[in-house]
Nanobody
Framework: QVQLVESGGGLVQTGGSLRLSCVASGSIYSINFWAWYRQAPGKQRELVAGITSGGNTNYLDSVKGRFTISRDNAKNTVYLQMNSLKPEDTAVYSC???????WGQGTQVTVSS
């Protein structure tokens, strides 16, 4: 099992930036995929960005060019750099790892207009 703790959420104005962090502990050797998901009120959870153990990344179309996922293996941490934030980015952002399918508790991101 992998334990995940997210941080870095908060309130920011439109056009601002935030960097989310997800620190893993436990059976980290098993992780082959890290991902950030988000869920806004009344909406389905969606995959925002993912990164494989080999460094391949993928992004939700609406965040391409604005968000960047990265990984620091030495710190067992994955980051989500979010730039040019929009009100529609407001959601709870959660970290997920595979293959164990472990999730963090989530961190709130609120973008004011």
């Amino acid at each position: 099992q992998v334990q995940l703790v997210e941080s870095g959420g908060g309130l920011v104005q439109t056009g601002g930036s935030l960097r989310l962090s997800c620190v893993a502990s436990g059976s980290i050797y098993s992780i082959n995929f890290w991902a950030w998901y988000r869920q806004a009120p009344g909406k389905q959870r969606e995959l925002v960005a993912g990164i494989t153990s080999g460094g391949n990344t993928n992004y939700l179309d609406s965040v391409k060019g604005r968000f960047t996922i990265s990984r620091d293996n030495a710190k067992n941490t994955v980051y989500l750099q979010m730039n040019s934030l929009k009100p529609e980015d407001t959601a709870v952002y959660s970290c997920r790892v595979l293959p164990n399918n472990d999730w963090g508790q989530g961190t709130q991101v609120t973008v004011s207009s």
